[in-house]
């Protein structure tokens, strides 16, 4: 059965930072492809960032570019997402994803955690 735990939200003021953390466990071998999404108040799930936990290489929404850093820990099963220079904008509940593919970026992504809040806010 595949588990996906998110921790490490919470709130913080604009220009800090985060790390947020997904532990994985029962993920099959194949299921290469494991990221981040999020989901604010109103508004469409949307992709921020994965990375192969097998080959590397990782794609990124262009709104974090340069601020986001995707990275996995496999002795671990976990991967994270180091925020930086947050924005109000960032504020949403943020998902850890995983889906049976050597191909990242948005599509095809099968299993879920249930999420953790991130608040940008003053």
């Known amino acids: 059965q595949v588990q996906l735990v998110e921790s490490g939200g919470g709130s913080v003021q604009p220009g800090g930072s985060l790390r947020l953390s997904c532990a994985a466990s029962g993920v099959p071998l194949h299921y290469y492809a494991i990221g981040w999404y999020r989901q604010a108040p109103g508004k469409e799930r949307e992709f921020v960032a994965d990375?192969?936990?097998?080959?590397?290489?990782?794609k990124y929404a262009d709104s974090v570019k340069g601020r986001f850093l995707i990275s996995v820990d496999n002795t671990k099963n976990t991967v994270y997402l180091q925020m930086n220079s947050l924005k109000p904008e960032d504020t949403a509940v943020y998902y850890c994803a995983t889906k049976k593919s050597y191909t990242l970026g948005p599509s095809g992504y099968e299993f879920w955690g249930r999420g953790t809040q991130v608040t940008v806010n003053s």
């Open positions: 990375t192969n936990r097998i080959i590397g290489g990782t």
